[in-house]
């Protein structure tokens, strides 16, 4: 694995709505530290080439905090409207100039190191169109669906269905795909409408997993522990 290869994308721009605090939840203090940079620290292990997608009114502060990162290429892009992940991640793929990518969610301040590196590992081992960490555990709020020979075939969102599972695969927030490919093939499925949710009216990045498995092999790695899962949507996340 090359640093050079790999462009790290953090998606930043959401209005935190479920974390009842004032200021957005990637600027939240916990252990002293803001939950951002804490993400970012794990990021800068693996490259220097690093996109976030703000939106206006966080553009200050995140520029405020970044700068005790001497040695790290920061692209700051805006998002003006909130349509979405996907919406936000296609943003940054037209500033992407490296063969691979990666996307980590903001507030995944728990995902490992280790993870990070055995996905990213993964991912070039088996010439993945797109990789990602999973772990089984209870009440999934995102869970994967497998074929009957137990490849990956969907990635479902349970805000979108009617249907609880009490137990499947969970993501960790982190993906990592190959650049080129996935650039076309999401500007691709944004212009068709195929990943806008039904009930939110975003562009959703996880429903492109399932298109995406028609040009390439999409597969997924154990994470470390239930731990590498937790995302920050409330307060009570914290731990």
Same mark, same amino acid.
């Given at each position: ?39 970012? !620290? @794990?990021?800068? +292990? &693996?490259?220097?080439? #690093? ?5 206006? /009114?966080?553009? %200050? ?85 497998? !074929? @009957?020979?137990? +490849? &990956?075939?969907?990635? #479902? ?5 009617? /249907?609880?599972? %009490? ?73």
């Amino acid at each position: 694995m090359n640093k050079k290869d790999f462009t790290f994308i953090l998606p930043a721009a959401g209005k935190s709505s479920r974390f009842k605090t004032k200021k957005s939840k990637i600027f939240y203090k916990h252990k002293n530290r803001i939950l951002i940079t804490r993400v970012i !620290d @794990k990021c800068i +292990k &693996f490259t220097k080439d #690093i996109i976030i997608i703000s939106n206006e /009114k966080n553009l %200050k502060e995140l520029k405020i905090n970044l700068k005790k990162y001497k040695n790290i290429k920061f692209k700051m892009l805006i998002q003006k409207q909130p349509r979405g992940m996907g919406h936000a991640i296609n943003i940054a793929m037209n500033k992407v100039k490296t063969k691979y990518c990666s996307v980590i969610w903001p507030d995944q301040i728990y995902l490992s190191t280790i993870t990070i590196k055995r996905t990213m590992d993964f991912f070039i081992k088996k010439k993945s169109i797109l990789c990602f960490p999973v772990y089984k555990k209870k009440l999934p709020y995102v869970y994967v669906l497998r !074929d @009957k020979n137990k +490849k &990956f075939k969907d990635i #479902i969102q349970t805000r979108e269905t009617k /249907k609880k599972v %009490k137990f499947g695969e969970s993501d960790c927030g982190f993906f990592v795909f190959q650049s080129k490919i996935v650039r076309e093939k999401l500007r691709f499925f944004i212009k068709k409408k195929l990943l806008t949710t039904k009930k939110t009216q975003e562009i959703d990045f996880l429903k492109s997993f399932k298109f995406l498995n028609k040009f390439g092999q999409v597969t997924t790695i154990k994470a470390g522990s239930y731990k590498d899962t937790i995302g920050i949507n409330f307060l009570k996340d914290l731990i």
